[in-house]
């Protein structure tokens, strides 16, 4: 299996693993929404899987078992601001509202892609549109055009 496939299937886990626990949380807090048309699961994207509200996500963390240990992941997702080095930061939020802004540090050998092309970290350029994913032995960063 090759790395991107892991990394996919690592992706999805993380999403449904994020998906479930949001949705145990209606069911719990007796949500009305969730029986609604306009709020029932839907695709969300080929490359990052998961569910409708994920959709506009900006930060997630999820833990979730593996091989009989937990592990945390990670998902963030704005726009580039600066690399620096192994630095990344980016503003999280939407093309009009910031949620916040953070530096993440990115490890040597995550999978880097622009455009859907393999890239360097440090071609990543200022108001590119990023999605951070970090697990426990892999980080992909994937970033586009045109935010």
Known sequence: MSK????????????????????????SAGAE?????????????????????LRGAVHAEAVI??????????????FVQSVSGNDLTIREGTA???????????????TVRNDRHAAQLSSLQSGEHVLVFHGPNRTLVAARHGG
Request: glycine share 16%; aromatic share 10%; charged share 15%.
């Open 96 to 110: 009009n509202k910031t949620y916040k802004t953070v530096t993440l540090t990115i490890p040597t050998g995550a």
């Open 65 to 78: 078992p593996v091989n009989g240990q937990f592990v945390t992941v990670t998902f963030d997702r704005g």
């Open 33 to 53: 929404t969730a029986k609604q048309p306009d709020a029932r699961a839907g695709h969300f994207g080929h490359r990052f899987g998961g569910h409708r509200f």
């Open 4 to 27: 991107a496939r892991l990394l996919r299937v690592g992706a999805v886990g993380a999403a449904c693993a994020a998906v479930g626990f949001g949705i145990s949380a209606l069911g």
